[in-house]
């Protein structure tokens, strides 16, 4: 007698055994599928959002950036060597000769005095553009070669009225 009951008992606990296993593998299959389908609906929107952030950032440290390079204008251009002024009026440069030396990068601020004129230097193709009085407008050139070059206004006829001048590069 005791012997079966034993029997029973561990053919009970076998059947048991192998009808509890396969519930509790489908449990199991199913939910590592639900969590993968809500797991992957928030990774696209966290994508979203991040870039939305860092543009927002950017333009913020953009905006800072230029505003330095302006207090450093002032005083000094980067890179610009010299700064000379001319001054420019009816009809004349002041200077009118101009002595640089080779591999000098020159700030021109042009300053105009009276009437509407320009700073322009034909042969490098540099200046500044025609400005009214009591405007000042610069322009930053680098020398590499020694030479002479003419500069002048452009406007009507103010070159053969005397605005002209010439760098002289050493
Ligand atoms: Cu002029």
Do not use: K
């Not at 001319?86 to 440069?93: A, I, N």
């Not at 490098?124 to 020694?146: H, K, M, P, R």
Request: proline share 5%; charged share 25%.
């Amino acid at each position: 007698m005791r012997l079966l009951s034993i029997m029973f008992l561990a053919a009970f606990l076998v059947i048991a055994g192998c009808t509890t296993s396969p519930v509790e593998e489908d449990l199991f299959e199913e939910e590592p599928f639900e969590d993968s389908v809500i797991e992957q609906d928030p990774v696209p929107e966290e994508v979203h959002e991040e870039p939305v952030v860092e543009e927002e950032q950017i333009p913020e440290e953009v905006h800072e950036e230029p505003v330095v390079e302006e207090e450093v204008t002032e005083e000094t251009t980067e890179g610009v060597d010299r700064v000379i002024e001319v001054e420019g009026g009816m009809y004349y440069f002041e200077p009118s000769v101009i002595e640089v030396e080779a591999g000098e990068t020159i700030e021109f601020v042009f300053n105009n005095v009276q009437g509407m004129h320009d700073m322009w230097i034909p042969s490098l193709e540099a200046g500044t553009s025609v400005i009214n009085s009591g405007q000042s407008e610069s322009f930053i050139y680098t020398f590499d070669e020694a030479g002479t070059f003419d500069f002048l206004c452009t406007v009507g006829s103010h070159a053969a009225q005397g605005m002209v001048g010439e760098i002289i590069v050493s």
